[in-house]
């Protein structure tokens, strides 16, 4: 029986690595912009845009899941390892849709809204509400440390079952050509 995931899962599952990683990266660039300059909204939008667009491949990776069950992990894992890993991909997922979603909100209670790739303008459906917007702005910086926190957390378990462990969990998530077995399995 085949323990790994499949192809599609590999590949929304690297793609959205590398892609969220590199939305991080932009969100700090995002406050060595000074505000007030016009530059900074011009990045800011597109920050927001290609925020949106990761927000699509997350959408339909969660929706692909939903449908698709994974491989079944290995008996010999101890079953509060089980329940750990279900419990932190859940949040993963949690997290990964909270981001773009409280950028997004955040985008419609000021009077920027989104201007799309700086080309496409679209209006804030929400009143110029402070208060709101910083709500939004806030939960949107507090889940970014959160989702970092937590993917540290998702590498180095993946890590140490690569290393320490020796199991299959790490080749799980990716394709056969890619052999670990000089690291023992
Ligand atoms: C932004 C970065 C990442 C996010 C958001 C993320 C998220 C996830 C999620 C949600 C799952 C569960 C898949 C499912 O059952 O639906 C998963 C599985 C996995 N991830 Fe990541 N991941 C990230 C980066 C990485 C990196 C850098 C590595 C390796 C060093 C890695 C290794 C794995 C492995 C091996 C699995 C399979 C675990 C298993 O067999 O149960 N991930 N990841
Ligand atoms: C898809 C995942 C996203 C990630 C991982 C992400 C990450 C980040 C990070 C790390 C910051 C810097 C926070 C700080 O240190 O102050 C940031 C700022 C920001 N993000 Fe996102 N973001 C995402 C999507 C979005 C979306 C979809 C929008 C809006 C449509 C958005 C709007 C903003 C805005 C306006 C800021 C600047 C806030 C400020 O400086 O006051 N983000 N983002």
Not at 58 to 71: D, E, Q
Not at 156 to 166: G, I, M, N, P, Y
């Amino acid at each position: 029986m085949d323990q790994r995931y499949t192809r599609t899962a590999m590949t929304l599952h690297w793609l959205i690595a590398i892609l969220l990683l590199s939305q991080f990266a932009f969100g700090w660039y995002l406050n060595d912009i000074p505000r007030g300059v016009p530059a900074r909204g011009y990045f800011v939008n597109l920050h927001k845009s290609s925020g949106m667009l990761i927000a699509v491949l997350i959408v339909m990776r969660l929706v692909w899941r939903l449908s698709h069950k994974p491989p079944p992990l290995p008996d010999t894992l101890p079953r509060w390892q089980q329940r750990a890993a279900a419990a932190s991909h859940n949040l993963l997922y949690v997290l990964m849709l909270l981001m773009p979603l409280s950028g997004y909100l955040g985008s419609n209670f000021s009077k920027h809204g989104v201007n799309f790739f700086n080309l496409v303008k679209l209006a804030p459906w929400g009143p110029d509400n402070k208060l709101v917007y910083t709500l939004f702005n806030q939960t949107h910086l507090i889940s970014s440390w959160l989702l970092l926190a937590l993917v540290m957390l998702h590498v180095a378990a993946a890590l140490k079952h690569l290393f320490v462990d020796h199991d299959t969990i790490f080749s799980r998530m990716w394709p056969r050509r890619f052999s670990f077995r000089f690291l023992g399995h």
